[in-house]
């Protein structure tokens, strides 16, 4: 094999090399942007609210002040998976939430489960217990059903 032959041959695997390299990198980019572990600036919240016809939230019950833990669960193509939330309640508002996700065992559930455990004190800090219904947070949509779950049996066991 002559040497403009080789010259050739390492130039194109370069040029595929260094294609690879890049495409890569953005899928990298984009995944650390919107998927699974992502917690910068792509954190999307929503939570359903009820209110009356003013903007304060319909309360139907008055609640114990404290911190109240319950388990919820949802369904995944893995199986069955849990979460334990912890929610502190202060004049009918949630205060702080902590989720426990250290029983999921599925890798996909775990990501979205860690990156809702990051978004969700600031999707419902300071609202009103009986107004917060959650449907995704930071990405994750499975995970939102254990916490409402999870919700309601606090909302139950911290009735006054």
């Not at 002040?65 to 369904?75: I, P, Q």
């Not at 996909?108 to 009986?130: C, L, M, P, R």
């Amino acid at each position: 094999m002559s040497q403009q032959n080789r010259t050739k041959i390492i130039g194109l695997i370069s040029i595929v090399l260094i294609s690879t390299a890049a495409t890569t990198g953005v899928v990298l980019i984009r995944n650390m942007q919107s998927g699974p572990g992502s917690y910068g600036p792509n954190i999307v919240s929503s939570v359903n609210t009820t209110t009356t016809s003013g903007s304060t939230p319909v309360s139907n019950a008055n609640y114990k002040d404290g911190t109240y833990t319950a388990t919820g669960s949802f369904y995944t193509p893995s199986g069955n998976e849990q979460i334990g939330v912890t929610v502190t309640l202060a004049s009918n508002k949630i205060t702080n939430v902590s989720i426990d996700d250290s029983s999921i065992y599925s890798g996909t559930s775990f990501a979205y489960t860690d990156q809702f455990a990051h978004g969700i004190n600031a999707a419902v800090d300071g609202k009103n217990v009986d107004s917060v219904n959650v449907s995704r947070v930071s990405g994750a949509s499975l995970t939102p059903m254990a916490f409402n779950s999870a919700l309601d049996t606090i909302k139950n066991d911290a009735r006054a």
